[in-house]
């Protein structure tokens, strides 16, 4: 039986991630997520990817918003800005209680792997998932108008300061976390999902031990640019802005020697047999669970093809 490891983050790599869940068996599949993200808010610790794959795995996220839970109530945060509080990032009543349980958790002396797991087996998820590292990685955007945590980029500010580049505070202090460690030594290739390059995946690859571990196996990437434009999320913006092409060619060579496949849209066949790595051309808009569920077995056979 031969073991994967998918990375992702954000929507669209937790809808892959779906479909892969559908796929492979929980002895399969690995989900390694990225907590550049996360951020310390209201005294709580929050962790925006890992939360949107959990709910997403349980069934429970919110197909409407794109995020949180679904049948939310903003009782909490409502009364908050009514005293002044910061109420800029929407934490639903339902969600606070996943948060106010993991910062209890984390500050009793739990791993972030360990009470991520904790959660997920609380809610019903086979599938294991494990944050990037243990230690805090924090995704700082350089703007026009000064450095930025994250979030007060991608929320606060709503992706409206024009990008200059980026780093991740915490990486030279940081590990592989020991679940995502472990599965590797033991592991036949590699998913990366459709998620924002620069954001979501630079980080898990920034790890110390992550690309030298991945430098041995096969590595098949779908693209999160379909046609010139980014299904969900920034990345075509922050594409232009950094003065690169907004193609799926472009997340190609981001990627560069890391890859051994690369998963093409329909609406990109024409570079098909241009890029230096082997592609497959398939439907990656992911609309409906059968969508998602088409995808996933394509990469997966792709990849497959690509190990032997």
């Known amino acids: 039986m031969a073991r994967y490891l998918a990375i992702t983050g954000g929507v ?51 197909t409407e918003l794109g995020w949180g839970r679904r049948d939310e109530t903003w009782q909490c945060l409502d009364t908050l800005a009514e005293l002044g509080g ?99 030594t033991d592991c036949q290739g590699v998913i990366i999902c459709p998620s924002n390059p620069f954001v979501s995946v630079d980080p898990v690859l920034a790890v110390p031990g992550m690309r030298e571990a991945l430098a041995r196996l096969p590595v098949v990437a779908v693209s999160p640019i379909v046609d010139g434009m980014a299904i969900k999320g920034p990345t075509a913006k922050m594409m232009a802005e950094l003065k690169v092409p907004a193609t799926a060619a472009q997340v190609a060579s981001h990627y560069g020697e890391l890859l051994t496949g690369f998963v093409l849209d329909e609406a990109d066949a024409a570079v098909h047999d241009t890029l230096p790595v082997r592609t497959v051309v398939t439907r990656t808009v992911m609309l409906t669970l059968q969508d998602r569920i088409d995808l996933a077995r394509v990469t997966v056979e792709f990849l497959q093809s690509l190990a032997h």
Request: contains cysteine; charged residues 20%; hydrophobic residues 45%.
């Open 12 to 62: 669209g790599g937790a809808k892959l991630a779906l479909g892969l869940a559908h796929v492979l068996t929980p002895d399969e599949v690995l989900f390694v997520v990225n907590t550049g993200d996360d951020f310390e808010h209201l005294g709580l610790a929050i962790s925006p990817d890992l939360d949107t794959l959990t709910y997403t795995l349980a069934d429970l996220n919110n």
């Open 86 to 184: 910061e109420s800029w990032f929407r934490l639903g009543d339902r969600d606070l209680a996943l948060h106010f349980h993991r910062t209890q958790l984390l500050r009793a002396g739990a791993s972030l792997s360990q009470v991520t797991a904790e959660i997920a087996r609380r809610l019903g998820i086979r599938h294991g998932l494990a944050p990037m590292s243990d230690q805090p990685i924090r995704t700082i955007v350089h703007t026009a108008k000064g450095a930025l945590n994250f979030q007060h980029y991608f929320v606060r500010d709503r992706c409206a300061p024009a990008v200059t580049g980026f780093h991740f505070d915490g990486i030279p202090s940081a590990r592989l976390s020991p679940v995502v460690a472990d599965w590797l």
